[in-house]
């Protein structure tokens, strides 16, 4: 990939909002939830005009635009003045299918919004990046579910703990009897003590 300014691995764990372009849309979305993962976030995905003021408004968080292309010019309008006058806004991961220069030239998207976001660009296209990508995937993958079988053990760890405190599942041990019942006096043979 040619630098244009950021490198693809700090675009994923920066708060710099970016265009994506290349790949499959389910590859552009893997990208979108593994930088929300990296923020401790949900994803948010807009693929409707009107979801997007609402989601626009979040103070924080990551916003994935599947294929901005398909929105109207003035919903793109929405994302530029949300990139240039909010201050605390969510990270913003614009999709597109195909180039980002291809649609610019269809004029599906808007020349405005691809000067302010043409820093901040990847291109799943780039060699060796795709598979670069699906073995940190494959990692990260690997390490949440480690951390999910972890976690499951140490609650029913906790669990098992919480039910031996409880007073209802106390086994009482009652004391030992000195000698047999008939042995001591005045005990019947059969007498509850």
């Known amino acids: 990939m040619a ?3 950021y490198r693809e691995e700090d675009l994923v764990s920066n708060r ?8 499959t849309e389910d590859e552009r979305r893997a990208w979108a939830e593994e930088a929300a993962r990296n923020f401790g976030v949900p994803l948010t995905e807009v693929r409707q005009p009107q979801e997007l003021a609402g989601a626009l408004r979040q103070p924080n968080g990551v916003l994935f635009i599947a294929d901005v292309a ?10 530029l ?3 240039q006058m909010q201050e605390e806004r969510p990270k913003v991961v614009v999709g597109v299918s195909g180039t980002a220069m291809a649609a610019l030239t269809r004029g599906t998207l808007r020349e405005d919004l691809h000067y302010r976001l043409n820093q901040a660009q990847v291109d799943l296209q780039t060699d060796g990046l795709r598979d670069a990508l699906k073995r940190r995937w494959a990692q990260q993958a ?5 951390r999910a079988a972890a976690l499951k053990a140490a609650e029913e760890k906790e669990r098992a703990a919480a039910v031996a405190r409880r007073p ?5 041990i009652l004391p030992k009897r000195k000698g047999p019942a008939s042995a001591r006096k ?3 043979r059969n007498a509850v003590r």
């Open 81 to 83: 003045r949300c990139l």
């Open 3 to 5: 630098l244009r300014g």
């Open 16 to 23: 710099a909002s970016l265009i994506i372009h290349g790949g």
């Open 70 to 79: 398909k929105l109207p010019l003035d919903a793109q309008g929405l994302i």
């Open 142 to 146: 690997e390490q949440l579910a480690a």
């Open 168 to 172: 209802g599942s106390v086994t009482r």
């Open 186 to 188: 005045g005990a019947p």
